[in-house]
């Protein structure tokens, strides 16, 4: 901790060039990567495995504090790996290390340039949602939802120190002697010095191609977009998961679509994930193991806690990511998504000029017509208990519902017309 803290503070004191800030710029753009990378494997895991919770989780993300957060996330991911090109390139190239400082700034220019017009095209976006007034999550709701992920990351440390802890005491470590390298270094450090390079240079495109589907071209406010195209895919059926479109609105239709996609029968985006995945969990880990190990080099036992908590945090994104891309996403996972997108009082949005999906017409009526017969007969539907407060008119409106059900005017419509209204919420 006391070498954490004499890094801070001399990097602050010291305002050293160039090379010094890259170095530090490096190390927080590839945590804070990381750190998303984490929470974003887990509720995309959810799509297959708790439809209902992703669709949550896909809510938050279209709060404000998430927005400010893509972009911030977006910017570390360009730079990271354009900083990490520079590494490669100059551990490759060791007669090039005279030009380390106008390369570093070169990064810095490239980042800048590029940045430009990505922001803007993710600012386009940004407008057109916030625009149209929608129904968001309290930032109660979205707080309270990363806690899980907190204990979970806790946890992972806590665990960690207590098997290194029985790890020395069988061994007979005290934890108190300094740990030296050899002089040649391991041979499992030069494989992991040669993987970071690597790996790095594959994942470039990999990630660069992701960012620009999943936040540029569709951002994350066109995942919940009822009859919009879904980016990357072509039609290969009618059905609801193959059509290319996401008929119901929803983020598990929109990820089951991709997933769904063959190409010459090979699912080509599974194949691509799953190597981002593996890729991105196996780079990020051993650059989190670099990171620790080089602040407890003086005591081994938080030191193989280092290397414990960053295999551990692997291995579960890999099984757990890896578990939904081998799984289904079927038409009663985009139900469930659909439900819970009415239960958290969030509108049905849909695409201009686009005739809704019978899929969502039909839905909608047994959702809402569902809904409407449990408050009649005094049933509890979930729905106030599971919707965050989204407003004063909301609540008004549920009072209105259950006055009417009081005096028998609650009634499943007939005409689909009034269906198709009452779904639309504010568009």
Same mark, same amino acid.
């Given at each position: 901790m006391s070498s954490l803290v004499l890094t801070l503070r001399e990097t602050l004191r010291y305002r050293g060039a160039i090379g010094q800030w890259s170095w530090v710029l490096h190390r927080l753009s590839g945590l804070g990567v990381l750190l998303f990378f984490v929470i974003h494997i887990i509720d995309t895991s959810w799509a297959l495995f708790y439809p209902g919770l992703y669709e949550k989780a896909i809510a938050i993300y279209q709060t404000p504090l998430f927005t400010v957060g893509e972009f911030l996330l977006v910017a570390a991911v360009v730079y990271h790996a354009y900083n990490g090109l #520079?590494?490669?390139?100059?551990?490759y190239k060791p007669q090039w290390w005279r030009f380390q400082e106008r390369a570093a700034w070169w990064v810095l220019g490239l980042t800048a340039l590029t940045l430009i017009p990505v922001f803007l095209l993710m600012?386009?976006?940004?407008?057109?949602?916030? !625009?149209? !007034?929608?129904t968001m999550l309290s930032l109660g709701v979205v707080l309270e939802s990363q806690i899980p992920f907190v204990v979970g990351i806790v946890l992972a440390f806590v665990v960690s120190i207590i098997l290194s802890s029985l790890v020395g005491l069988f061994s007979g470590d005290s934890g108190a002697q300094k740990t030296t390298a050899s002089k040649?270094?391991? #041979?499992?450090? #030069?494989?992991?010095w040669s993987y970071m390079r690597i790996s790095g240079l594959l994942i470039v495109p990999l990630v660069f191609g992701h960012l620009a589907m999943m936040h540029v071209v569709q951002g994350v406010f066109d995942l919940t977009v009822a009859g919009k195209s879904v980016v990357g895919v072509a039609a290969t059926s009618d059905a609801l998961l193959g059509n290319a479109i996401n008929d119901t609105g929803t983020a598990v239709e929109f990820v089951g679509e991709r997933w769904n996609y063959l190409v010459a029968s090979v699912a080509?985006? #599974?194949?691509?994930?799953?190597?981002?995945?593996?890729?991105?969990?196996i780079h990020g880990f051993n650059g989190l193991r670099y990171v620790l190990t080089d602040y407890t080099m003086s005591n081994p036992m938080l030191r193989r806690a280092s290397i414990y908590v960053s295999i551990i945090g692997g291995a579960i994104m890999i099984v757990v990511g890896g578990g939904a891309l081998i799984g289904t996403i079927d038409n009663s996972a985009v139900r469930i998504a659909l439900e819970s997108r009415v239960d958290l009082g969030l509108e049905i949005r849909e695409a201009e000029g686009v005739e809704r999906s019978p899929f969502l017409e039909e839905w909608l009526n047994e959702i809402e017509g569902g809904q409407e017969a449990a408050t009649g007969t005094g049933l509890d539907t979930g729905a106030d208990t599971e919707s965050p407060a989204v407003g004063d008119d909301a609540d008004a409106d549920d009072n209105a519902e259950a006055s009417d059900a009081e005096d028998g005017d609650t009634a499943v419509s007939d005409d689909p017309d009034d269906s198709a209204e009452s779904g639309d919420g504010d568009e």
């Open positions: #520079r590494i490669v390139i100059l551990d600012f386009a976006h940004v407008l057109d949602y916030y !625009n149209a !007034n929608p040649g270094g391991s #041979r499992s450090e #030069r494989f992991w080509v985006w #599974r194949f691509y994930d799953f190597a981002l995945l593996v890729l991105a969990s």
